[in-house]
């Protein structure tokens, strides 16, 4: 069966740190690009960042209001996909979902999501 | 970045209605346009990739058209599984964006 499954969320104070891990299984994960996407309560859908395969030198992308402090990387020897999230913020809080892009870059793989809650 | 914008941001409908959800990008992608379902607690799914491709498994009252700017989600028949929120993403360049979400209710 493919799946995702995520975890390391939690409750941190502003300006802490968190890592998020990603494992996978059922596919070939090292050929896969990995994507990090997460939704505050009762809001829409947003890009994190992606991770691309060794084919591709694991190049990294993010948005700009992760941008230097957010940091993806993977270890396909373990098939895990990380968000190490640094100087994280109040509306850094909400459900992050790690997810594979699949080869038609739709992201046809989901996690069930780790909360993330930052706050004093 | 390239902005997304669906419409409606809601709508309701009853079982057995046709129901289209359009989705416009502020520039063209091509058809690099995905449309994604999500329900209450879970993690979205994939329904069509590239504008029109049906993702594996997913019902063929589904379908997805359009390229370039403007794009459509369209159910043929709504089903009681169907309410849900849906959701456009490009896919064009990064980062990618999704549009705001369009909740399709029960009437």
């Known amino acids: 069966e493919v799946q995702l499954v995520e975890s390391g969320g939690g409750l941190v104070q502003p300006g802490g740190s968190l890592k998020l891990s990603c494992a996978a299984s059922?596919?070939?994960?090292?050929?896969?690009?990995m994507h990090w996407v997460r939704q505050a309560s009762g809001k829409g859908l947003e890009w994190v960042g992606r991770?691309?395969?060794?084919?591709?030198?694991?190049?990294?992308e993010y948005a700009a209001s992760v941008k230097g402090r957010f940091t993806i990387s993977r270890d396909d020897s373990k098939n895990t996909a990380y968000l190490q999230m640094n100087s994280l913020k109040t509306e850094d809080t909400a459900v992050y979902y790690c997810?594979?892009?699949?080869?038609?870059?739709?992201?046809?793989?989901w996690g069930q999501g780790t909360t993330v809650t930052v706050s004093s | 970045d390239i902005q997304m914008t669906q419409s409606p941001s809601s709508l309701s409908a009853s079982v057995g209605d046709r129901v289209t959800i359009t989705c416009r990008a502020s520039?063209?992608?091509?058809?690099?346009l995905n449309w994604y379902q999500q329900k209450p607690g879970k993690a979205p799914k994939l329904l069509i990739y590239?504008?029109?491709s049906l993702q594996s498994g997913v019902p063929s009252r589904f379908s997805g058209s359009g390229s370039g700017i403007d794009f459509t989600l369209t159910i043929s028949s709504l089903q009681p599984e169907d309410f849900a929120t849906y959701y456009c993403?490009?896919?064009?360049?990064?980062?990618?964006?999704f549009g705001q979400g369009t909740k399709v209710e029960i009437k």
């Open positions: 993403q490009q896919s064009y360049s990064t980062p990618w964006t």
């Open positions: 059922g596919f070939t994960f090292s050929g896969s690009a």
């Open positions: 520039q063209s992608i091509s058809n690099y």
């Open positions: 590239v504008a029109s």
């Open positions: 991770i691309r395969s060794k084919a591709n030198s694991y190049a990294t």
């Open positions: 997810t594979r892009q699949g080869g038609a870059y739709g992201m046809d793989v």
